[in-house]
Structures are given as structure tokens and as C-alpha cells.
């Protein structure tokens, strides 16, 4: 029985989650997890990985190291068509380190989902109740419109919390009253999710809980019937003692774990790489389709143009990725998310309508139309993921 070796890191992780945290301009909702792994028989990413590092050995930190920080948000405003030639070349020849026979496994989480389990953990689904569909509405309701108050309210006094979420649903209700027929179903969700706000007192805990990250791979490798395997987490924190990280990991019954540092473990690096990746393109998707006022969200918010003014070698970067977390070791469990998965699922309806261009030729013929375009084919993956978990 072969044995395989993984590797996890993570990105946008708080490890405080406070209301300067919450209301930094860089702040992203989702937590971000990845796993890499191969067969330690067919390891030649490795010797691929320190060939990409040595071309690219300028840009190494002070550790010696090429980690996803180098690569700034920024540069990932209209995605992989904001990037310049030299970083568009930097993530081609990273992305080229795979083939067919690597795993990737990850997970997007939201961190607003935490913290609205926490105050409706009680709740289960009914004949009465869709308890996950009130919970998915807060959730993306909080994340899209990001309002101040309610924010503040978390972390500075939770008891208000509750009151404050009540108004916000209730002057929502008011908003879209300029503009019923683009958002009725929002409204009557709003309209339902008051009733049961009545009901509760439960004021939210802040405590992040590292499970569910390790709760998809667990199911991927029962999947992919993979039992020999070794699993080495990037080192956080002190060194005498273990992580809460590696502490969940082995809470979910992944026994063959182990932390390490990752200037001692490439794997650890190549983890780090493809999360800072997914999740500077999750954001700039984020950032592009969030209202930035209560007024603004009676419209609808799509795409700018800009995503789609794509070079050649910048679309050959989408069809890379696509091939990697949508083609190649196709599992359920390949990504993982909770209740609010809809930058996920944007995420890859994304990679798909790009991978489906033969060249940006096809792309320019229409491009004025390509926002709308993707914005129906996102919309029509979302309703096909409700009618999966319904």
C-alpha cells in the first residue's frame, strides 16, 4: 500500500477575531485552508518545486523562502487579468510544478458563519423552520452589505447584537422596497428571519474553531481510500506547545499528524503558495461583487469588464487552475465549505466559464457581454447547489 504524503497551510486566517480585525480595509470573511499531497513513490514535484525556486530565487523573504505574501492583493483587482507579465509568468510556472497525479484539498469557510452558528446552535431544521436557509441569509446578508453597526456589535457588546440585527433586517426590508421585483425573494427571507429573532436571547461567542477545516480531508481521504499517509501542519505559534491547529486535526481522527516548519518542508511551501493564490482571487471576487453601501444594494452588482480584458498566457492561467481543483483527482470532498459557500461556488463557476474560451479572441468578440454572461451562468450554479442541499 502506497503512502502518501500531505502538507497544510492556510490563508486569511485571524487568530483574533475582534472588531479590528473585522473592520481592517483588507479584511476577507473566508478562512482558507489547503492540503497537497502525492504518493511518496511519484514525489517529482518536489524536484519540479526547487527548479521553480531556483528561477525565482530573487524573490525569496529573509527566511529563504517563496511564500504567497509576495504576490499583493492588489495585483488581483480583475483577478489573473490584473497581474503584470512578470507575476502572470511567476504563477504560471508555479502552477506548472503539478500534473494529474498530485491531491489538493481545501476549504473556504466564513468567519461571520461562526459567529452566527453560535447565536442559533439551538436551531435545527423543521417542517416549520429551514433553520440552514436563515442561517445561510444572515450569514450572506452580513458578509455582502457588512454593516457597521452590527459588526461593532460582535466584538464591543454582544448583548446588543440581537436588537441591532433586527433593525438592520427591518431597514433592509425598507430599502428594497425601491426595487421589488430584483429583490422579493431577499425581502420575504428577511421577513421570516424576524420571526425567529424574537425568539432568541443568545448573545455570539468569539472563538474560532479549526474542526471543520480538517473535517474535509478526513472525508476526502475515506473517499480517495487513502490510509497510509502522513500530515504535516506549518508550525504556528510557540514551539513547546502544540497548536490548536494540529490539536483539531487529531481531535477529527487524524492521528498521523505532525507540525513542522516550513523552511524545512517544501510541501509546506507549495501550500502555502496555492492557498495565497485561491484566496487573493476569492477576494478580489469578493471585493468586486460586495455592495459598498446599503443604497447600492437595491442594483445588481456584476463583474467590471476589466476580468475579462484577458491576455493569452492570462487565461492559460485559468484553465491551469481549473485543470487542478476542477479536472484532475475529482472527489466530492475536494472542497470543502459550511452553510455560506457562495464565493466557492462563484470561485468555480468562475474557473469553468473561463476554461471554456478557446482563446481571449473569443472573449473580445463580446466582451461587454461577458459580465453578464458570467453572472447568469454564477447564478444558475447557486441555484443548482440550493437544490443539491435541499
Known sequence: MSKYNFYYDESEHSRKINYKTVSASNYYDNFVTMIVGWSAEKDDILQRHASFETKY???????????????????FKYGFASLNKQNAQFV????????????????????IEYLVLQVFQEYRNSFLVNADL????????????????IVKCLYGSPEDFLEELKKFFQDRIEYNKSNLELKQAETMAFQQILLVLDEISNAPKLDWDYHMSFDGFNKYLQEKDIQNYSLIIDKEGESEEESKTLKSAREIGLDNSDEADSTEHPGLRIADMIAGIISKLLK?????????????????????????????????????????????????????????????????ALLNFMNHFESVEQIRTDIDMQSEYFNAFACEQLARYFDQRR
Not at 92 to 111: Q, T, Y
Open 134 to 149: 436563515m442561517k445561510y441569509s444572515i450569514t450572506k446578508a452580513l458578509v455582502i452589505y457588512r454593516p457597521q453597526e
Open 284 to 348: 478580489g471576487l469578493c471585493d468586486s461583487l460586495r455592495y459598498q453601501s446599503l443604497d447600492e444594494g437595491i442594483n445588481k452588482k456584476i463583474l467590471d469588464v476589466g476580468w475579462f480584458c484577458l491576455s493569452e498566457a492570462q487565461l492559460e492561467l485559468y484553465k491551469k487552475l481549473y485543470r487542478l481543483i476542477c479536472e484532475w483527482q475529482p472527489a466530492w470532498y475536494k472542497s470543502y465549505s459550511g452553510i455560506y459557500s457562495d464565493d466557492l461556488i462563484v470561485f468555480n
Open 57 to 75: 530565487a530573487d524573490r525569496k523573504d529573509r527566511n529563504g523562502e517563496i511564500k504567497s505574501t509576495m504576490l499583493h492583493q492588489k495585483q
Open 92 to 111: 504560471n510556472d508555479f502552477l506548472s510544478i503539478f500534473d494529474e497525479d498530485n491531491h489538493i484539498c481545501f476549504s473556504v469557510s466564513s468567519k
